[in-house]
């Protein structure tokens, strides 16, 4: 078992490693394995690579994410501005589906919504608005509607974890009913139990995953 103090010492370095990221207004605390990430942070980008760095440190078992984005003046945009390059960004990124997602643009916030078939068109969208200027957040609100039936999602999942070496597979159980999944077990860490969210999420045919896998080093 790790120390909150270790945690916390490895999450500032781990924000600190990333380049692209300006840690410099980031407060962390640490109990009981949880993580919480206060103060601001310049754009939403920002927010979302800090989340990802805490997540990737050892003995990680929770994290609020209570950082706010406080956008420099230099950075501020209309409305409209950033709808129309939210639009541009989905027709690049998706150039089969965009016509099915749906932009919405209100004080710097881009709601997605619409109906995808497949839940990486749904995070394909996420990643492609996230780093536009001027937006303070995404609200992804993208409606899965798979056109197949999804008869065998247990043992495709199932398949996966076999598959990658991130995942011990005999300490993880994969319940499905229709396309809703359910993941139990126990993980050791934080990063492996999203990875196990991320292979159950891209099999075809689901549309939602309910990640009640416990972290346990």
């Given at each position: 078992?790790?120390?909150?103090n270790?945690?916390?010492r490895?999450?500032?370095?781990?924000?600190?490693w990333?380049p692209?990221l300006?840690a410099?207004?980031?407060?962390v605390?640490?109990?009981?394995?949880?993580?919480?990430l206060?103060?601001?942070?310049?754009?939403?980008?920002?927010?979302y690579?800090?989340?990802?760095?805490?997540?990737?440190?050892s003995?990680?078992?929770g994290?609020?994410?209570?950082?706010?984005?406080r956008?420099?003046?230099?950075?501020?945009?209309p409305?409209?501005?950033?709808a129309?390059d939210?639009?541009?960004?989905?027709k690049?990124q998706?150039p089969?589906?965009?016509?099915d997602?749906?932009?919405?643009?209100?004080n710097?916030?881009?709601?997605l919504?619409?109906?995808?078939?497949?839940?990486y068109?749904?995070?394909?969208a996420?990643s492609?608005?996230?780093?536009?200027?001027?937006?303070?957040?995404v609200?992804?609100?993208?409606?899965?509607?798979?056109?197949?039936?999804?008869s065998?999602?247990?043992?495709?999942i199932e398949?996966?974890?076999?598959?990658?070496a991130?995942?011990?597979?005999?300490?993880?159980t994969?319940?499905?009913?229709?396309?809703?999944?359910?993941?139990?077990?126990t993980?050791?860490?934080?990063a492996?139990?999203?990875?196990a969210?991320?292979q159950?999420?891209?099999?075809?045919?689901?549309?939602?995953?309910?990640?009640?896998?416990v972290?346990s080093?």
């Open positions: 078992m790790r120390t909150d270790e945690i916390e490895d999450v500032k370095d781990e924000l600190q990333n692209d300006d410099t207004d980031i407060a605390s640490v109990k009981q394995g949880v993580v919480t206060a103060g601001f942070v310049k754009s939403w980008s920002d927010k690579e800090a989340e990802m760095a805490a997540k990737r440190v003995g990680v078992r994290i609020a994410n209570d950082l706010e984005v956008l420099p003046n230099v950075d501020e945009r409305d409209p501005d950033i129309r939210a639009v541009s960004a989905l690049s998706l089969l589906s965009a016509d997602i749906r932009v919405v643009v209100k710097g916030w881009i709601t919504e619409g109906n995808v078939e497949w839940y068109q749904k995070s394909t996420e492609a608005v996230r780093r536009l200027k001027g937006v303070r957040g609200i992804n609100s993208i409606v899965i509607k798979p056109r197949v039936q999804p065998e999602i247990k043992r495709k398949d996966a974890f076999k598959r990658t991130e995942i011990d597979a005999n300490r993880i994969v319940e499905a009913n229709g396309g809703e999944v359910i993941l139990k077990g993980v050791r860490s934080w492996e139990r999203e990875e969210g991320r159950a999420w891209a099999a075809p045919g689901v549309t939602k995953v309910d990640n009640r896998i972290v080093p």
